[in-house]
């Protein structure tokens, strides 16, 4: 095989569309495997290769000019699952009734308290990267799924719902509850780091 | 203002996060939007929420890119499998 060695001449995968689509997302699935393995870079290594293995194998079966980057999300997070033999129905009874117009109060709820508490802001800029990911690590495996797809990947809630394999009304009060436990988390965290007032006065 | 039906707080905070997604039909959004105009109330929790969503946002631009030597693998392996089933 040549083409390995072919030196400056860079190889090119010729399966149609796959490098224009699928590759340009490399980073984004790579930062999910990280996500969902809880930041075990050798699990999210071997996440992230199969999820782009098993995308291109099937690639002819996804629809040109959809989002690539939800379907090779949900590639990774069924391989994931898969990986884990993990009980997805654990938490079902947990989130299944919620409203999500009282987890939407719920959740500016909790956002409130932290505002109260840091009017300015000094919260957003105090905190180390790896404390956030240990909050975010620390949220129930389907809360913390669609913060991170919502409010870091930046998915619609209609792409949530494809990747999570669950209705749009469940992806919002998982996500108003994944916000609210997370700005709970983070809260608890300022006051005890002393970045918020502690105990709104 | 329009003649648009208004908006109570607790209407306008159940759909705030909908509203800063994005998710709002065009008549919901603008309806919340006109809330957030009027009431002193709303519209700084909505500045907060917003910051708050806009700073979890920034720690995901931040994260980590896929190691060079991982991406090299994968393209590698992308091309191996191309060869053995072409």
């Known amino acids: ?201 | 203002m329009t003649d648009r039906p208004r908006l109570n707080c607790r209407e306008a905070v159940e759909q705030l996060w909908a509203y800063i997604d994005g998710e709002l039909p065009a008549g919901d959004a603008d309806r919340v939007h006109d809330h957030l105009e009027a009431c002193s109330a709303c519209s700084p929790q909505h500045d907060y929420q917003r910051a708050f969503r806009e700073f979890l946002k920034a720690q995901a631009r931040a994260g980590p890119a896929v190691p060079a030597d991982l991406r090299r693998r994968i393209f590698l392996r992308l091309l191996a499998e191309e060869e053995a089933r072409p």
């Not at chain 1, 997302?25 to 495997?33: E, I, N």
């Not at chain 1, 959809?66 to 938490?91: G, K, Y």
């Open chain 1, 1 to 201: 095989m040549q083409r390995e060695a072919a030196g400056a001449q860079a190889p090119r995968l010729t399966k149609p569309g796959f490098e224009d689509e699928a590759l340009p997302w490399l980073d984004a699935v790579y930062r999910f495997s990280l996500r969902l393995t809880g930041g075990n870079e050798a699990e999210a290594d071997d996440l992230t290769q199969e999820t782009f293995l098993r995308a291109f194998r099937h690639w002819d079966t996804f629809q040109r000019g959809t989002n690539a980057r939800s379907w090779l999300f949900t590639i990774c997070r069924n391989v994931f699952l898969r990986s884990r033999e993990r009980q997805v129905r654990r938490n079902e009874s947990l989130e299944s009734e919620l409203d999500f117009a009282v987890e939407a109060v719920a959740s500016a709820h909790a956002l409130h308290e932290l505002r109260q508490d840091d009017p300015e802001r000094t919260f957003f800029r105090s905190f180390l990267d790896s404390s956030i990911d240990a909050a975010i690590a620390g949220l129930p495996d389907e809360f913390r799924d669609a913060v991170v797809l919502s409010d870091m990947e930046g998915l619609a809630y209609s792409e949530i719902a494809d990747v999570l394999g669950v209705p749009i009304g469940t992806v919002k009060s998982r996500l108003y509850r994944g916000r609210r436990l997370l700005a709970k988390a983070l809260h608890d965290y300022g006051r005890e780091m002393g970045y918020v007032r502690g105990g709104a006065t």
